[in-house]
């Protein structure tokens, strides 16, 4: 087998690897950081915020693989520490001064949504600036009871750097037994965006709008109506709100949210009021709770929501709550958030996620012309392939819609998803071997130049899939 062929077949069997398969080892490393580092944090401090900070903060380090390359490693000891420190700040505030406490929260995420206008580096300060306020949300601020080895206020900072050291642990464990591979995803060329009007702001300005306007609204009926558990209705208004990818995409999560959360309610109703398990017991629960989202995810955010509600659920019983007191009003305070995320998304200027689902087939088009330039000195379809993900992180939505979309629309958006996904392997195929007939150039031009009429969209791609396939074929 020549080195084209290999090339090509390893990509296939990448592209053919099961979600499940992917996620498995990632889930295991990211829960043996955590317990490392939440007996190491009880061994200091027996705060059960503490502990619940701790995990995570291993979880949000473990999903954002800061710690996969050198530059990741330093940000990340300056960024945790900071997170610690402004989560606990900002639960302070939200304990002590609540209205102040809202404010600060509101604009905070404002400003981390609005800074994605200023291109990628603005957008990775956005998401560290995003994160202590979605760690508040999932560890809201607990006075502290006890008096550890280390002063309350020294302890975010402590806890940050002990699930920086344990993640790197494992995952350097992990990488040197072949278990994770470092992260290669190549960027993708976005066009500049458009200029900005006051009628018409662009997407980013929008979805900072549209989430600051839903926090705002949850605050207020979440103090005004559930004044004890004010943070599920902000959270869940937060949630599917953010990585807001069209008003399709947050409606499909909002569906998930609610329905994950009603499974995961009737669990921890059961796990707290039928089983006899003392505080240990819970805990070994909770971590395989949080293990089981991690490593279903992928399959459906449904998965994710269901047992992180029954994580946050049984930690109550930590708290001096009991689980079953508070499930069904939970449950209501969830469906509440739900309602005002979609709401806002859906009716204050609102982002189209056939937009959005345009521009991103536009981009993976982009890249496969770029990839297929026979001026180019070497080629390499990683772009086109990261661009394909771009696609497919936004289909489950489409997917979901399909056999309603089908009645109230002409366009058929989840396949021109199908048909784009369809050109992946025919595609590398073409650009390993670096010729290209002139049939395939002639149906990229066209495909692309569809983007700007709905209607012709999925002839386009259907006459580029056959062309692709024919050509890889020869």
Not at 196 to 208: G, N, Q
Request: net charge positive.
């Amino acid at each position: 087998m020549d080195a084209t062929n290999r090339i090509s077949a390893s990509f296939r069997a990448g592209a053919a690897r099961p979600p499940l398969t992917r996620t498995l080892v990632e889930a295991v490393t990211a829960l043996l950081a955590s317990i490392a580092t939440l007996l190491c944090v009880l061994a200091i401090s027996p705060e059960s915020g503490s502990g619940v900070l701790a995990v995570v903060l291993c979880l949000s380090l473990s999903r954002s693989q800061l710690d996969r390359d050198r530059r990741g490693r330093i940000e990340a000891f300056f960024v945790l520490p900071a997170v610690g420190l402004a989560a606990a700040g900002i639960g302070i505030l939200l304990f002590r001064f609540p209205i102040v406490g809202a404010t600060v929260f509101t604009t905070g995420m404002f400003v981390s949504i609005w800074l994605r206008r200023f291109g990628p580096m603005a957008r990775r300060v956005g998401s560290l600036i995003a994160l202590p306020f979605v760690t508040l949300l999932t560890v809201p601020y607990l006075p502290p009871r006890h008096h550890g080895l280390v002063p309350p206020v020294l302890m975010p900072i402590l806890i940050a750097l002990l699930a920086l050291f344990w993640v790197n642990v494992v995952h350097v464990l992990a990488q040197a037994l072949r278990l994770l591979k470092p992260v290669t995803l190549q960027a993708v060329a976005h066009p500049a965006a458009p200029a900005e009007s006051s009628l018409r702001p662009i997407a980013s300005t929008r979805m900072a709008i549209q989430m600051a306007l839903a926090l705002a609204l949850a605050f207020a009926i979440g103090y005004l109506a559930f004044p004890q558990h004010w943070a599920w209705v902000v959270l869940t208004a937060f949630i599917v709100n953010s990585g807001n990818r069209g008003r399709l995409d947050v409606a499909h999560k909002s569906v998930q949210r609610v329905l994950g959360a009603a499974a995961g309610t009737m669990v921890a109703g059961l796990v707290s009021t039928h089983l006899d398990i003392d505080r240990h017991a819970m805990v070994v629960v909770m971590l395989a709770a949080v293990f089981l989202g991690m490593w279903l995810r992928p399959i459906s955010y449904g998965w994710w929501a269901l047992f992180v509600t029954v994580v946050l659920a049984l930690l109550q019983d930590f708290v001096g709550v009991p689980a079953s007191h508070v499930l069904w009003s939970r449950l209501e305070e969830i469906a509440v958030g739900a309602v005002i995320g979609v709401a806002v998304a859906w009716f204050v200027l609102p982002v189209r996620s056939t937009a959005i689902l345009r521009r991103r087939i536009a981009d993976a088009l982009a890249a496969l012309a770029t990839a297929l330039d026979r001026q180019q000195p070497t080629r390499a379809p990683g772009a086109f392939f990261t661009a394909l993900h771009a696609v497919e992180q936004i289909a489950p939505a489409f997917r979901a819609s399909r056999h309603v979309a089908r009645y109230v629309r002409k366009d058929r958006p989840a396949e021109w998803i199908d048909l784009l996904l369809a050109c992946r392997e025919p595609g590398g195929r073409l650009i390993e071997q670096g010729n290209a007939p002139a049939s395939v150039y002639q149906a990229l031009g066209h495909a692309r130049r569809s983007m700007r009429e709905p209607a012709t969209i999925l002839p386009a791609l259907q006459q580029l899939q056959a062309s692709l396939q024919q050509a890889g074929s020869e």
